[in-house]
């Protein structure tokens, strides 16, 4: 489909390992936001690209996460040393446009289990 | 203190009924207020967007409503279907936060037969 994708989709991994997840969002769309959704808790916002200009990452909650977005398009997010709190599903959604009423559009999530 | 709050936590409706759900939000000025829809596993869809200056907005069983002078917005759902079974997610785009959204953090709709 022509939706936003994400892969994979369930990541369990060990504590102190890295991981990387990866989206790809809708074609054409210049604005990527990455997400984390705890369980019972609302959506966090972690970091936002838009074009080519430097990105939010306003919402990373420490330095062991960070994200980059390779031509404009498809995004990673790598999550170092992981920790038992770092457990969430990671979203990935994409805008045609960034500011305004711009609908962002959501990716299935990456559900990320440390053990 | 999360600026966007939902009630209730969750709910459980029969097949049929109608039920509301509500969302205060404690920031203005707003951009625009979305309810999103999410579905066990999948990401959020967008179902409805208001600007403050509108008050309602349907979009097939679900309307919208929105007291920009309380600060708060509805969820109706008319006819309830078990595919209705999803959280529902109130997100209000807050000028003064940029291009980010602020989140609630959801009412998990069940609805049996």
């Known amino acids: 489909g022509a939706g936003v994708s994400q892969s994979p989709s369930n990541k369990v991994t060990e504590k102190g390992k890295d991981v990387e997840l990866r989206c790809d969002p809708i074609s054409g769309h210049t604005a990527l936001y990455w997400y984390r959704q705890s369980l019972g808790q609302g959506l966090e916002f972690l970091i936002y690209f838009q074009g080519n200009s430097a990105p939010d990452k306003s919402g990373l909650p420490s330095d062991r996460f960070s994200a980059e977005r390779t031509g404009g398009s498809v995004s990673t997010l790598t999550i170092q040393r992981t920790q038992q709190e770092d457990s969430a599903v990671y979203l990935c959604?994409?805008?045609?446009?960034?500011?305004?009423?711009?609908?962002?559009?959501f990716g299935p999530g990456t559900r990320l289990t440390v053990l | 203190k999360n600026q966007v709050e939902q009630s209730p936590q969750s709910l459980i409706i029969l097949e049929g009924k109608n039920c509301t759900l509500q969302c205060n939000y404690t920031v203005s000025p707003f951009s625009n207020l979305r309810w999103y829809k999410q579905d066990t596993g999948r990401g959020p869809v967008s179902l409805t967007i208001?600007?403050?200056?509108?008050n309602t907005k349907s979009n097939g069983r679900y309307t919208a409503t929105l007291d920009a002078d309380t600060k708060q917005s509805s969820l109706h759902i008319t006819a309830s279907q078990l595919s209705d079974s999803a959280s529902y997610i109130c997100?209000?785009?807050?000028?003064?936060?940029?291009?980010?959204?602020?989140f609630g953090g959801g009412t998990r709709v069940l609805v049996k037969p």
């Open positions: 959604a994409s805008s045609f446009q960034s500011g305004g009423g711009g609908e962002q559009f």
């Open positions: 208001m600007t403050f200056s509108e």
């Open positions: 997100v209000g785009r807050i000028k003064a936060a940029g291009n980010k959204l602020t």
